[in-house]
T-cell receptor
Framework: EDQVTQSPEALRLQEGESSSLNCSYT??????LFWYRQDPGKGPEFLFT???AGEEKEKERLKATLTKKESFLHITAPKPEDSATYLC???????????FGTGTSLTVIP | NAGVTQTPKFQVLKTGQSMTLQCAQD?????MYWYRQDPGMGLRLIYY???????DKGEVPNGYNVSRLNKREFSLRLESAAPSQTSVYFC???????????FGPGTRLLVL
C-alpha cells in the first residue's frame, strides 16, 4: 500500500534556528513529490515539485531535497511568518491521484 | 484569474439533510479533486475526475456523490448528512501529467 509519512508532527523553533522536516514515502513508480504550506483556515498553497532523486529546489528560506526514499524541507533562519503546517504529497504509478502525509505543524517563536 | 473557488464557505446541517458543495476552476485544468481534512488524518481523497465526463472513487467515497458538470465545475453532494461528515472540504484541480494541484479555500461543514 502506498504510504506517505511526515515527521515530526509538530516542531517549535526559535527565530533563526534552522531545522528540517521529513517526508518518507513507500510508493511504486514515483512520478513527483510535492510540498505545500497550509495556513490556518486556508487551503494548501503549492511550494515545490521534485521529480527525481538528487533534485533540489529553493525558495527564500526553504530548500527541498529528494532521495529515493524521502524528501527533506530545510528551513534556514526561520521567521515567525514561516509558522504554518507543511504538507507533503506524492503522485505515483499511472493514476492521477495524490497521496498526502498528515503534515508537520511548524511554530517559529520570536 | 480566481483560481479555484468553492461555495459555500461555511454550512451547518442537521443529520439527514442534503446539500451540494460547489467548485469551479478557471485554469483550464483537466483533473479535479474533492478532499476532506480532519484533525490528525490529513487530506483524504473522496472523489476525483481525471477529465470531463469521468469520475472515480478515492479513499473515502461512502456517503458522497459527485458530478463533473463541465470542464470548469465539479460538485460534491451529500445525500443524507451524518455527524461523521463534519469536516473541512477542499476542492483542487491540476493539469495534465506531473503538474501540481491548486486548492480552493475550503468549505467548513458542521453536521449536528
Amino acid at each position: 500500500e502506498d504510504q506517505v509519512t511526515q515527521s515530526p508532527e509538530a516542531l517549535r523553533l526559535q527565530e533563526g534556528e534552522s531545522s528540517s522536516l521529513n517526508c518518507s514515502y513507500t510508493v511504486s513508480g514515483l512520478r513527483g513529490l510535492f510540498w505545500y504550506r497550509q495556513d490556518p483556515g486556508k487551503g494548501p498553497e503549492f511550494l515545490f515539485t521534485l521529480y527525481s532523486a538528487g533534485e533540489e529546489k529553493e525558495k527564500e528560506r526553504l530548500k527541498a531535497t529528494l532521495t529515493k526514499k524521502e524528501s527533506f524541507l530545510h528551513i534556514t533562519a526561520p521567521k515567525p511568518e514561516d509558522s504554518a503546517t507543511y504538507l507533503c504529497a506524492v503522485q505515483a504509478g499511472t493514476g492521477n491521484q495524490f497521496y498526502f502525509g498528515t503534515g508537520t505543524s511548524l511554530t517559529v517563536i520570536p | 484569474n480566481a483560481g479555484v473557488t468553492q461555495t459555500p464557505k461555511f454550512q451547518v446541517l442537521k443529520t439527514g439533510q442534503s446539500m451540494t458543495l460547489q467548485c469551479a476552476q478557471d485554469m483550464n485544468h483537466n483533473s479535479m479533486y474533492w478532499y476532506r481534512q480532519d484533525p490528525g488524518m490529513g487530506l483524504r481523497l473522496i472523489y476525483y475526475s481525471a477529465s470531463e465526463g469521468t469520475t472515480d472513487k478515492g479513499e473515502v467515497p461512502n456517503g458522497y456523490n459527485v458530478s463533473r458538470l463541465n470542464k470548469r465545475e465539479f460538485s460534491l453532494r451529500l445525500e443524507s448528512a451524518a455527524p461523521s461528515q463534519t469536516s473541512v472540504y477542499f476542492c483542487a484541480s491540476s493539469g495534465q501529467g506531473l503538474e501540481t494541484q491548486y486548492f480552493g479555500p475550503g468549505t467548513r461543514l458542521l453536521v449536528l
